[in-house]
């Protein structure tokens, strides 16, 4: 446990040094203004729309994207410069450097989130009807994406060791997922032939579980695709995280 301590406060302190606090602070506000301003004055022309509303699950879902970009690099980085192998050499128990790097991560995800809600309560953004409850599985979906995220993206850096592809690896789905989902626009307002993949692929199904919770729709017609894909995207991080644990055993 000191061991885990110790290496925690050093991820943290890393995080601090290197500018990654400030990322998990910036970028919810960022996402809100570049998203909302410009977009607000046409949404909200549609009938019953609250576009702040509408957007807050996109911010907080974007944020936590950013902050697994960011346990990923950390991750790779740590690979690169050899720390994690001087650790192997030492009577380190191998859970302890990943358990260190998740603490660390963990705190990225609340800063994060904070500042999400930060920035939607400037926007507008307001718990709905569902009451405590509705809230608590409005951010429990969000946490549970961003832990997900974290351990793959630890277990990507650890299987690809080079900083520059597992940056790339990260970015590029979470840009794809995010820009084409239900979260910034209506599905109506895609083109008839994505519109099946922007309703139905996993950014858009947490969007709408999110949603769900805020405005006290909970059903499982609602909450069956994300527990369908959090099961999913759950057995390939396992898999991830096994395949990085044989790549260490090898290594050993």
Request: charged fraction near 10%; hydrophobic fraction near 50%; charge should be positive.
């Amino acid at each position: 446990m000191e061991q885990w301590r110790a290496l925690t406060q050093r991820s943290i302190v890393a995080a601090m040094r290197s500018g990654e606090i400030v990322v998990a602070i910036v970028s919810p506000v960022f996402l809100a203004i570049c998203f909302y301003l410009p977009l607000r004055t046409v949404m909200n022309m549609a009938p019953g729309m609250n576009y702040a509303q509408f957007l807050m699950p996109i911010i907080c879902l974007q944020s936590v994207g950013f902050a697994g970009t960011s346990a990923a690099m950390r991750a790779a980085m740590d690979e690169y410069h050899g720390i994690s192998t001087r650790l192997r050499t030492m009577p380190v128990p191998g859970w302890v450097p990943v358990l260190a790097r998740l603490g660390a991560n963990v705190v990225l995800l609340l800063v994060s989130l904070l500042w999400a809600t930060i920035a939607g309560f400037a926007i507008g953004w307001r718990p709905g009807d569902a009451g405590l409850w509705g809230t608590i599985g409005f951010f429990g979906v969000t946490l549970v994406v961003g832990l997900l995220l974290s351990v793959g993206a630890d277990a990507l850096a650890l299987l690809s060791s080079s900083p520059q592809a597992t940056s790339q690896t990260m970015a590029l789905p979470q840009l794809i997922l995010g820009m084409v989902s239900t979260g910034f626009v209506p599905e109506e307002r895609f083109p008839d032939w994505i519109r099946p993949f922007a309703r139905n692929q996993p950014v858009s199904q947490f969007v709408s579980a999110m949603r769900g919770f805020n405005e006290g729709h909970v059903s499982w017609a609602v909450m069956g695709p994300p527990v369908y894909w959090t099961i999913g995207l759950t057995a390939l991080v396992s898999l991830m995280v096994g395949l990085a644990v044989r790549k260490r055993k090898r290594e050993r």
